[in-house]
């Protein structure tokens, strides 16, 4: 029934349950205990790996790998593993070659055998169990292939971006064929770096390629999916005029928002379970309130519970049970209300109001992981880029959701989205990867504004240690250079010998200059906050 289930859902359909769909992609490695790294390059390894979710998670349907980098690393990109991600990208093959170099992949090019070889296994166990490939949209691999010009490159040269995402479409239609020949039931689009662009832009530069991908994809009889993270709520009716059989989304967007969307338009949907507050790190009381909610707001006509992405690779396969648990089974669902109904849920948030007081100006980035997620880590490398350029007068860096401290740490700043780039604790660029000249300019506004408050903030001292004859000359000539400058730094004559004793002087006289920095005024700064005014301290 499992497989019929997600195939009624994709039709939109109403169904006795909401279809369950785990997005396993290298957690399957975790499941039987081999690097991200290892897995994703054997076949055999990926076979085992779903085998073991299918057995825990007991899903309708599951993808067979999740790993956007495979047609990049084929075409010629290099990738940086991890041991606990999939790759990254980390060089962009149009850089130092034309497209006209470029071709089109096969059944032998880079990883490709490996994939098909994980779906052939797994087609040949019969299980009852919707087999999903998923394909690297056209606009996320365009911008593997090109790096971020590609967002310059769509105002100043739009013709080599159509021509480039004609090739990367006919990449994808490729690749589904494969896919599918191999025994996958459902293609997946996975373009997440669409959520970078307006509506406009998407619907020149997406659009039209993500129509003829899913055109393709029905005449060869299969299911297809459009698969979004980031902040697309903006982008969501164009995605469903592309003409996909589903759509899924990640948290970012309000999963009822999505239902009344994709239903005007015919289309069935998926989502949006929590990865990290939820999944990674919440406990299974947590998860089942979540999956409760999201259940709820889904609904039982063309949905399809998922995750927001690709679940992370340490997820406790405890808290995916607690999901399939309630899945499956109604009386679980009717036990789980009665339980949780009374619990409060208390969601601590860090007070970090004076956040930004540090001598440096902080730019964070709130990420779910750059080594993971293709937005985050093109986030991270538009700060990364504009670092150099101010030298030490900025301190950056990135948190990564997947850790409880970067959790409460969104929460303190009340980011909502990722990723996200503040500048001292203020939220200024929201799942958009700001153009190299527009964040220089962010930062440097407040750097300027920072500069301004240190004229009017600062406040020094100079105190002259000791007596006798040659701390009265100290003492005289300190007075008239501040004369002669019009200076009002406040002077201090220390001459009691256990109070100076108390500075560790070693000898006198001596002169000390102090400079007060107002950091916090009629409030109780946070841990996190103090913590990065003794870093500033020690230097």
């Not at 593993?81 to 980390?90: C, D, H, K, L, R």
Request: with cysteine; aromatic share 6%.
């Amino acid at each position: 029934m499992g497989k019929q289930l997600i195939f009624d859902a994709l039709t939109g359909k109403q169904t006795e349950r909401a279809p369950w769909l785990p997005f396993v992609g290298c957690h399957g490695g975790a499941l039987i205990g081999k690097s991200a790294e290892e897995y994703l390059r054997s076949g055999e390894l990926i076979a085992q790996g779903v085998r073991e979710a299918i057995r825990q998670y007991r899903p309708d349907g599951i993808p067979v790998m999740f790993d956007l980098q495979i047609e990049a690393e084929a075409l010629g990109c290099g990738l940086q593993w991890a041991q606990e991600n999939p790759p990254a990208v980390v060089s962009h093959v149009l850089e130092t070659q034309p497209l006209s170099t470029l071709s089109l992949l096969d059944e032998n090019s880079g990883r490709i055998p490996e994939m098909l070889k994980a779906i052939r296994l797994l087609r040949a166990d019969q299980h009852d169990v919707a087999l999903y490939g998923l394909v690297t949209g056209p606009f996320t691999l365009a911008l593997h292939l090109k790096g971020t010009k590609i967002f310059t490159d769509m105002f100043d040269s739009p013709e080599e971006v159509q021509a480039l995402l004609a090739f990367c479409m006919k990449v994808a239609k490729n690749m589904a064929r494969m896919y599918i020949d191999a025994g996958c039931d459902v293609i997946a689009s996975v373009d997440p770096m669409t959520s970078q662009i307006s509506p406009r832009a998407f619907k020149n530069f997406v659009l039209p390629y993500a129509t003829e991908l899913f055109e393709d994809i029905r005449r060869r009889n299969a299911f297809s999916s459009f698969f979004v993270c980031g902040h697309a709520q903006k982008n969501l009716e164009v995605m469903c005029q592309s003409g996909p059989d589903n759509v899924c989304v990640d948290e970012n967007i309000p999963l009822d928002f999505v239902k009344d969307v994709a239903q005007k338009h015919g289309v069935s949907f998926g989502g949006n379970l929590q990865l990290t507050v939820v999944l990674l790190m919440g406990s299974e009381d947590d998860v089942r309130r979540h999956t409760l909610e999201t259940l709820d707001l889904g609904g039982d006509s063309g949905y399809i519970l998922a995750p927001g992405c690709d679940l992370p690779y340490r997820v406790p396969p405890a808290n995916l049970c607690a999901v399939a648990e309630l899945v499956h089974d109604s009386y679980q669902r009717d036990v789980a209300r009665k339980l949780l109904e009374k619990q409060e849920e208390v969601k601590a948030r860090l007070d970090l109001r004076d956040y930004g007081q540090a001598a440096k100006v902080v730019v964070d980035v709130i990420t779910l992981d750059s080594e993971a997620c293709a937005p985050c880590q093109y986030m991270v490398e538009a700060v990364r880029d504009v670092a150099d350029y101010f030298g030490d007068l900025i301190l950056w860096r990135e948190h990564k959701i997947k850790e409880k401290e970067a959790v409460e740490f969104m929460l303190g700043l009340m980011v909502k989205n990722v990723p996200t780039i503040c500048i001292d604790g203020e939220i200024r660029f929201v799942s958009v990867i700001p153009p190299k000249e527009e964040l220089i300019k962010a930062i440097q506004e407040r750097i300027n504004q920072r500069f301004a408050m240190r004229l009017r903030q600062a406040h020094g001292r100079l105190l002259v240690l000791g007596s006798g004859a040659e701390a009265e000359q100290v003492w005289a000539n300190v007075n008239q250079a501040a004369k002669e400058l019009g200076s009002t730094v406040e002077l201090l004559r220390v001459m009691d010998e256990h109070e100076i004793a108390e500075y560790g002087v070693p000898n006198t006289p001596a002169v000390l200059s102090v400079r007060e920095r107002m950091k916090s005024v009629a409030r109780v700064p946070s841990v996190e906050v103090v913590k990065e005014w003794i870093k500033e301290l020690r230097g």
